[in-house]
């Protein structure tokens, strides 16, 4: 359980190494959109690159030629996937998800809180760590398609119109 074997230290340090150099170099050639986190499909892929080179690393199974094909293949697929979504809306809309207004000018909007099952507290955490000490600092709580919460403390200029309508007329400025 505590032990390796020459063999073993001489198969991780060497894939291991060759694995890490390959990773940066597909990396630098697919450019800086491959490891965005701008939303949930983002986060995936980032997940799936580091368990496909955590598996290069520690299986025996998997030779360091099948391992660096399983690492070109995510990121051509996010490559893809993002070629075609910046070019065709409607691909965009079925991948990715939209923001979602959830506190605007001191109203709390339950309905958008309850589909996105976001908490008070959560959105009260959210302020704190952007170290904001009450409420009546805040215009607007996003929900953002990463799933971070964004603060708003300024004036509410082109940025919201953007979440799809979903301000409450009864609340938009003007």
């Given at each position: 359980m505590?032990?390796?074997?020459?063999?073993?230290f001489?198969?991780i340090?060497?894939?291991?190494?060759l694995a890490?150099?390959?990773?940066?170099i597909?990396?630098?050639?697919?450019?800086?959109?491959?490891?965005?986190?701008?939303?949930a499909?983002?986060?995936?892929?980032?997940?799936?690159?580091?368990s496909?080179?955590?598996?290069?690393?520690?299986?025996?199974?998997?030779?360091?030629?099948?391992?660096?094909?399983?690492?070109?293949l995510?990121?051509?697929m996010?490559?893809?996937?993002?070629?075609?979504?910046?070019r065709?809306?409607?691909?965009?809309?079925?991948?990715?998800?939209?923001p979602?207004?959830?506190?605007?000018?001191g109203?709390?909007?339950?309905?958008a809180?309850?589909?996105?099952?976001?908490?008070k507290?959560?959105?009260?955490?959210?302020?704190?760590?952007?170290?904001?000490?009450?409420?009546e600092?805040?215009?607007?709580?996003?929900?953002?398609?990463?799933?971070?919460?964004?603060?708003?403390?300024?004036?509410l200029?082109?940025?919201l119109?953007?979440?799809?309508?979903?301000?409450?007329?009864?609340?938009?400025?003007?």
């Amino acid at each position: 359980m505590f032990s390796i074997t020459i063999e073993s230290f001489i198969r991780i340090t060497t894939v291991g190494f060759l694995a890490y150099i390959s990773l940066i170099i597909f990396l630098r050639i697919s450019g800086k959109r491959t490891l965005t986190k701008l939303n949930a499909f983002d986060l995936v892929i980032t997940v799936a690159l580091g368990s496909t080179l955590s598996t290069i690393l520690l299986s025996k199974d998997v030779s360091l030629l099948e391992g660096l094909t399983a690492l070109t293949l995510l990121i051509l697929m996010q490559f893809i996937m993002t070629f075609i979504a910046v070019r065709f809306e409607k691909f965009n809309k079925l991948i990715k998800s939209e923001p979602r207004l959830l506190y605007l000018r001191g109203e709390f909007l339950e309905r958008a809180m309850k589909k996105e099952r976001i908490s008070k507290n959560e959105i009260l955490q959210a302020v704190r760590n952007k170290g904001i000490g009450g409420l009546e600092e805040v215009k607007a709580v996003v929900l953002e398609t990463d799933g971070s919460l964004s603060i708003i403390k300024g004036e509410l200029e082109d940025t919201l119109p953007e979440l799809g309508g979903k301000m409450p007329t009864s609340k938009r400025s003007g």
